[in-house]
């Protein structure tokens, strides 16, 4: 096996940031720029993420994922309601709290779901009964929805707009965690407007740092009568949780540069494309069992014990998780990125045929 094959299939957050994030940099790195977001980079994020969305928008750079997610649940959530989502939801199960402390005691209320993705009926039935408990349960006021799934599905559009309607038929905001958006948009074939506003997104997580930034997120507004009670407080509340960096064109210039020549839905192309090419292998192994449809760049598959024992001895790394009931193995996560190459995949193969 050569030397300089990439092990890693952990995450896509393992990765360095793409060469072209990097060179944006360098050459920003020039000269005094007015700080805390008044510098002209900033002021050309809304006119290029609105290009790239259609649609008159706001946009917040954020360092991470998880003060994104937070921040946009705060915007529309007060102390005593409730936020809705899929019980597998990276809010829920992976930000170690951080949108009930920014929301200063919001609850997250979960639906178990197949594949990750929340049915109509299931939301419906459960705004029911919240309204039927009255005071004695925090009333939902924003739903949240991921794209793609924590289990590497993807919501269909049809899907999202179902969802959406029946959230502000009964006064919920629409809330997407987009970490890996870009790959939702490479399976759908669609557009970035599509599957978000169009179809009921009122405000967005936009992922940068998995398709290939250093560390830039985008908290997205997209403007409607829904948004507008509540635009005002975002800089507020970005400022009061520390998070309104001086020299804020650093992050702005890492999000123009994954916009540029679309460089975001590229990379997650890539990302997707080594995902099915991992997948297409393991559907052959004899040992493998999928339980999840691979619709993006995160691979769930159950291996013998042993065979992910020598994996590991091998210097392949990956994570585990609880494996469903009755089913012989362990269930694991592979997951590709804009920095796998085919000939990582085939390395990895090779090891699991082995």
Known sequence: MSEDVRKNFASDNVTPASAEILEALMRGNQGNVSSYGEDHYTEQLAKKFGEVFETELAVFPIATGTATNSLALSAIVRPYGSVICDHSAHIENDEGGAPEFFTSGAKISTLPSPQGRMSPEALQEAIKRNKEKGVLSPPFQALSLTQSTEWGTVYPIKTISALSDI??????????????LGNAINHLNCSPAETTWKAGIDILS???TKAGTMAA?????FINERT?????AI??????????WSKHRFL?????????????????AHANKMAKLLVAELKRHPGAQMPFDCESNEVFVV???TLLDNLENEGFSFYRYPTPGGVPGKLVRFVTSFYTRTKDVEALIEAINK
């Open 228 to 232: 507008k009670p509540f635009l005002s």
């Open 235 to 244: 800089p507020h509340l970005i400022k009061r949780s520390g998070h309104l």
């Open 217 to 221: 997120e985008a908290l997205i507004v």
């Open 167 to 180: 959230a502000h038929q009964n006064g919920l905001t629409v809330h997407m965690d987009g970490a890996r």
């Open 303 to 305: 291996l013998p014990e």
């Open 252 to 268: 702005s210039l890492q999000l123009l540069a994954l916009l540029e020549d679309t460089l975001w839905l590229k990379n997650c």
């Open 206 to 208: 936009f992922g940068g």
